[in-house]
């Protein structure tokens, strides 16, 4: 089963990040490597960082059959891949290392990373930031518009890694039945004609949690990992109904109570984990 992360071009609160244009400047030089080369100083790093301590494969030279063909994509620059994967590292493996032990990233985690340089442009007005297929591999996009410095750049892809691993655990161990319970009025498939503020009023942490209660669960997960507990607080307080605050705090718990009782995680030490190394990375 494949999942995609998309956003809405219409709810701009959301996320607002710059370059959003379906025109690309393509850059061949990393479009068809030599076969049977010599591993550069890239593939070494890589080898050091990934594949040896996690068993995941980082692709990042262009491969069209790792991507849809019926897009206009661009690679990823290769200056920009250790920097991507160094800040993943950082800010999404360690801090689950950390707290959950590496035998459990291992066995969960997924096992390659599919780098692309742009967006995938589609025709309902939204853009496909992320695909996960079968749980094995991640697929990142718009990785050419990556900067260090931009709290919203990388939270927005850090969400999307978190967003897709969320997705892994609940086809593991599926989450509580009262989550579906809380709101079951609100999904719809034109979640994308919802802004950021109608989305949290309806109790709802962003337009695609709507689409359905797989996403209404993992985009609740990836949110308040990404935005630490004061930072969710705030999102949650931008609701301008009582419903929704309340549906949204709701939700927050059963996510807390979930990792602690499927998976021996503490949510809020996680949380603290990962807000405070993406905090360290993007100074």
């Not at 998309?6 to 690309?24: N, V």
């Not at 989550?179 to 337009?207: C, H, R, V």
């Not at 605050?245 to 949510?267: G, H």
Request: glycine share 4%; aromatic share 12%.
């Amino acid at each position: 089963m494949k999942h995609r992360y998309i956003i809405t071009l219409l709810a701009a609160g959301l996320i607002t990040l710059a370059g959003c244009s379906k025109k690309e400047n393509l850059d061949v030089s990393n479009l068809f490597p030599e076969n049977n080369q010599a591993p550069t100083a890239l593939d070494n790093w890589i080898t050091d960082n990934y594949t040896k301590p996690y068993n995941i494969e980082i692709k990042y030279k262009w491969d069209p059959f790792a991507v849809s063909t019926d897009k206009t994509l661009v690679p990823v620059k290769e200056n920009i891949v250790i920097p991507v994967m160094d800040l993943i590292r950082k800010t999404w493996i360690d801090p689950y290392v950390k707290e959950a032990g590496l035998p459990f990233f291992l066995k969960y985690c997924p096992k390659q990373f599919v780098l692309v340089g742009s967006a995938k442009f589609n025709s309902n007005g939204t853009i496909t930031l992320g695909e996960a297929e079968g749980g094995k591999t991640i697929q990142l996009l718009r990785l050419n518009d990556f900067n260090q410095k931009d709290e919203a750049f990388v939270k927005f892809m850090l969400h999307t890694i978190h967003h897709e691993f969320a997705h892994i655990m609940h086809q593991t161990i599926f989450y509580p039945r009262e989550f579906k319970a809380l709101t079951p009025s609100g999904y719809t498939g034109t979640w994308n004609n919802t802004s950021l503020q109608e989305a949290l009023d309806l109790g709802f942490i962003t337009p695609y949690a709507r689409s359905k209660a797989d996403e209404d669960f993992v985009e609740m997960a990836s949110t308040m990992l990404t935005e630490g507990k004061d930072g969710f607080e705030k999102i949650v307080n931008k609701s301008t109904t009582a419903t929704g605050k309340d549906m949204l705090r709701q939700k927050a718990e059963i996510v807390r109570t979930y990792f602690q009782k499927s998976w021996k995680i503490d949510f809020d030490s996680l949380q603290l984990k990962t807000a405070t190394a993406i905090a360290e990375a993007i100074r």
